[in-house]
């Protein structure tokens, strides 16, 4: 079975710092999407990474793919309170189903 | 990207009643997929919804507990049936879009007491 682990669960930051999170499997994937989950919502789709060690820049968002694609960071700089939420990574297993992380809950204070 | 839209938003349910949700899609689509979300959890996928032919339901999930209709190639419902508390949940519809993505539809919020 696939899994796919994210960490830190939990990230209450002030607005204007950096955070990283992190999304990690011992399953090698065709592709992997960060989606943003705001409350009440369906989660809506940042990013897909499909090469492996692959870069993507969103703004003040920046999306790395492993090498190895079992893996993937997403960077925010200069962390605003629109960017609350459930940050979620979802990776592809060949076309044959998604497995989604746990998620991470960030909050940004003002 | 596809447009989704899904009927309820939300709503509060009485124990051993059923509740049937709606997704509709702004596009002819070949798979749709329905997922649960309880509360403060990611995402668990329930089943696949093909048009002309049956669900496939992921381990844990069963039919008669989650019938599944896919009619046409724009238009998925789900029903809850026999609910109980433990089923509150979001429910959320999806579909897949150009380079190996998902588009989920804004989610129906159910409540049973």
């Known amino acids: 079975t696939q899994l796919l682990e994210q960490s830190p669960q939990f990230l209450s930051i002030q607005e204007g710092e950096n955070l990283t999170v992190y999304c990690n499997s011992s399953?090698?994937?065709?592709?992997l999407q960060w989606y943003r989950q705001e409350p009440g919502e369906g989660p809506v789709l940042l990013v897909t990474?499909?090469?492996?060690?692959e870069v993507k820049k969103l703004k003040r968002l920046t999306f790395q793919f492993g090498d190895a694609r079992k893996d993937s960071s997403l960077h925010i700089t200069a962390a605003q309170p629109g960017d609350t939420g459930l940050y979620l990574c979802?990776?592809?297993?060949?076309?044959?189903?998604?497995?989604f992380g746990p998620g991470t809950r960030l909050s940004v204070l003002p | 990207s596809a447009v989704i839209s899904q009927k309820p938003s939300r709503d509060i349910c009485q124990r051993g009643t059923s509740l049937t949700i709606q997704c509709q899609v702004d596009?002819?689509?070949?798979?749709m997929f329905w997922y649960r979300q309880q509360p403060g959890q990611s995402l668990t996928l329930i089943a696949t919804?093909?048009?002309?032919?049956?669900?496939?339901?992921e381990s844990g999930f069963v039919i008669d507990k989650f019938p599944i209709s896919r009619p046409n190639l724009t238009f998925s419902t789900l029903t809850v049936s026999n609910m109980s508390p433990e089923d509150s949940s979001i429910y959320l519809c999806?579909?897949?879009?150009?380079?190996?993505?998902?588009?989920f539809g804004p989610g129906t919020r159910l409540l049973v007491l």
């Open positions: 999806s579909v897949s879009g150009t380079s190996e993505t998902q588009y």
């Open positions: 990474v499909v090469t492996g060690g």
């Open positions: 596009s002819q689509v070949t798979m």
């Open positions: 919804a093909n048009q002309g032919s049956e669900a496939t339901y």
């Open positions: 399953s090698v994937f065709s592709s």
């Open positions: 979802a990776g592809d297993n060949y076309g044959q189903n998604f497995v």
